[in-house]
């Protein structure tokens, strides 16, 4: 916990922003929508209506380790997505979010049919050091004793696990040839050869066969998904080598496997691993209507369920961003109407029963994480703004 004592910060800023270890500069590239300024201007001088808090949102809440930003924010408000409304900062400040650590104490203060939070005495503080929340800025670096925003741990292996390819890129891509002394499949730690353009990169992630992903109702290809077995780092490079018979040896790049999730085999494929940003995951509804439908459960499973992976028919092109939350539906039974003498077939309305929370984002495809359900999800049921 930093020593300052943070006068006049804003919590309601740090509801949904993921705190990491990045530098300050980087805090300040945060996108915020048309939308979410409108309602955090709004916000900034009057409070979050008392219709909006949840039924039985608490007094005060002292933060533990453990705690998420967006547990917190479900403590108070009934969508803890609209982060925006209980941030409360005017425009120029809503590029600056703030964080929250163990240890505080937050005070839900109501006057005049509006609510606001205040900070309490912290744990170990002394008395009297109550601070009234204003929407001031606070500059420091970012501390990694500061909560998070959402249970990272749920998606943070999928951000190497799942990956998307617009086209096959793949077929062309280099591929493992030979395996140490002519094991049918590898391990960490042992050796394979590859052959192909390695572009000059030097750590790759190794992928079985790609499979298309289809769009549940026009069966066009949105991408193709690829299974992740591992990890490999290029050793020694791949050359020909003129023999004493004058012939030229094609001689493989050497590859030491790093990380297996599955056996590494013969013709596996190779792509350079990327740089992976993990600190921005910041909550939020889409500024207008989307909707779409689960292209697949990711594995093998046939359903999904709480804290599982799917792939969504829409991604940036269709206006998707990381941090977007859906809301889930399912489509309404068939029933029989017999209350007037000759039955009628019906159908029952669609009904809402969890929610989406995006965090990675393709061309034409999403990553999403169940964050709650009521039913078993499966591909071709819909989604929408929440």
């Not at 420091?140 to 990272?152: E, F, G, K, V």
Request: with cysteine.
């Amino acid at each position: 916990m930093p020593s300052a004592r943070p006068a006049h910060i804003s919590v309601l800023a740090a509801c949904l922003t993921l705190a990491t270890t990045s530098a300050w500069a980087q805090a300040s590239t945060l996108p915020v929508t048309p939308e979410q300024r409108r309602v955090a201007d709004q916000v900034a001088s009057a409070g979050v209506p008392l219709s909006e808090l949840a039924p039985d949102a608490p007094s005060s809440h002292t933060v533990v380790a453990g705690d998420t930003l967006w547990d917190i924010s479900k403590l108070f408000l009934k969508s803890p997505w609209r982060w925006p409304e209980l941030w409360g900062m005017n425009r120029d400040q809503i590029r600056n979010p703030h964080l929250i650590y163990p240890g505080q104490v937050l005070h839900l203060v109501k006057v005049d049919g509006r609510a606001r939070l205040q900070f309490g005495q912290r744990v170990g503080d002394a008395p009297g050091d109550t601070v009234k929340l204003r929407p001031q800025m606070r500059i420091s670096a970012l501390d990694s004793n500061a909560i998070p925003a959402i249970p990272l741990h749920l998606i943070q292996p999928f951000l190497t696990d799942a990956v998307v390819f617009d086209a096959d890129v793949l077929a062309t891509a280099p591929r493992i040839v030979a395996t140490q002394e002519g094991h049918v499949i590898v391990g960490k730690g042992d050796t394979a050869y590859a052959r192909g353009d390695f572009g000059g990169a030097t750590d790759f992630r190794v992928f079985r066969t790609a499979r298309p992903l289809l769009d549940p109702t026009t069966k066009e290809v949105l991408g193709y998904e690829a299974p992740y077995v591992g990890t490999a780092d290029l050793v020694r490079p791949a050359e020909d080598r003129q023999n004493a018979q004058g012939k030229v040896d094609i001689v493989p790049a050497t590859l030491r496997i790093k990380l297996a999730k599955q056996e590494v085999g013969i013709g596996d494929r190779l792509v350079p691993a990327p740089q992976r940003n993990l600190d921005r995951y910041v909550p939020h509804a889409p500024d207008r209507p989307m909707a779409g439908q689960i292209a697949s459960v990711y594995g093998e499973a046939l359903n999904a369920g709480q804290n599982q992976i799917v792939a969504l028919n829409r991604g940036s092109r269709d206006g998707v961003e990381r941090g977007h939350v859906f809301a889930l539906w399912r489509d309404g039974d068939a029933a029989v109407d017999r209350t007037q003498g000759r039955p009628q077939d019906i159908k029952l309305p669609d009904e809402r029963h969890g929610i989406l929370f995006v965090f990675e984002v393709y061309s034409r495809v999403s990553y999403a994480l169940i964050i709650s359900v009521k039913e078993p999800v499966k591909p071709g049921d819909k989604f929408t703004q929440p």
